[in-house]
């Protein structure tokens, strides 16, 4: 069973008399455990790819099955068929260019409190935070403000964080863009050791061509259109 499926998804947004096709029958399937790299020029339609997998987003046809749960199908129209706030919550974890913190909250609260709001009690949240944190390299800072981290720092808590609920996707737009190359590599190996001992699928959409090492996979978007690359080395740089 894959943690993702897209079948023939399209996208198209509408404005005035203009389409634009951001997804033009895509079609993926990506393993539990495996780790893929999203890239392509700006206004490809990876992070278009990236909202539906996520659930922000509905295809204008087609369909998304994650972990088995059919979440949008060709019949449906652009309507969901679960509730998808709460399907986010419980099933998919988001990481972003920047960590977007809470700025009063500590590393370790700013991770329990999404343990929370799925109604996991404040004393094993903070139990399983510091977990966490310890696995992301960052439980010496657990009771740090942001502003106290560096940057790398504070994305490893916004891993944490998307990880909190165990999530079998975990999807990430651009997450080493503020990062330096040692400390991108890094993240990058985080995530394909997420991916590889925690069974979850993951994107990582990046413009970043100096870690592809660590991806199982190699996707391009251009022009709407999905294809992969069998070797990070095909790609050009
Ligand atoms: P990328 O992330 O690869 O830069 P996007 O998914 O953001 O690409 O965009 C793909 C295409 O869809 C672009 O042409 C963009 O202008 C268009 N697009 C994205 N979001 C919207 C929207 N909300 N309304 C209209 N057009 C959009
Ligand atoms: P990282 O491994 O996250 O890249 P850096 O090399 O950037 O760490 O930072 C080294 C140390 O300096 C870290 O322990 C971090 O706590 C501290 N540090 C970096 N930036 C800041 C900052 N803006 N405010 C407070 N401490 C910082």
Do not use: W
């Not at 998808?84 to 920047?98: A, C, L, S, T, W």
């Amino acid at each position: 069973l894959p943690g993702l499926s897209l079948r023939n998804v399209t996208k198209q947004f509408v404005s005035g008399d203009t389409v634009v096709t951001a997804l033009n029958d895509v079609n993926l399937d990506l393993r539990k455990g495996e780790c893929a790299a999203l890239l392509g020029p700006s206004g490809a339609g990876k992070s278009t790819l990236l909202m539906i997998a996520g659930c922000l987003m509905a295809p204008t046809a087609g369909s998304v099955i994650i972990d088995g749960n059919v979440l949008y199908d060709s019949t449906a129209g652009e309507r969901a068929l679960h509730d998808d706030r709460e399907f986010r919550r419980k099933h998919i974890g988001f990481v972003f260019q920047k960590a977007h913190l809470i700025p009063f909250l500590t590393a370790v609260e700013n991770v329990q409190v999404a343990m929370e709001i799925n109604d996991v009690r404040p004393s094993e949240a903070r139990e399983r935070a510091q977990v966490l944190l310890d696995d992301l390299g960052v439980g010496d800072r657990a009771g740090n403000l942001p502003r106290q981290l560096s940057g790398g720092q504070q994305q490893r808590v916004a891993v944490a964080r998307a990880l909190a609920n165990e999530p079998s996707l975990l999807l990430a737009d651009e997450p080493t863009a503020a990062l330096d190359a040692q400390r991108a590599r890094q993240v990058m190996e985080l995530f394909q050791h997420i991916a590889h001992k925690r069974g979850a699928s993951v994107i990582v959409v990046t413009h970043d061509h100096r870690a592809l090492e660590h991806f199982d996979r190699i996707l391009m978007q251009q022009d709407g259109r999905l294809s992969e690359r069998s070797e990070p080395s095909e790609v050009a740089t």
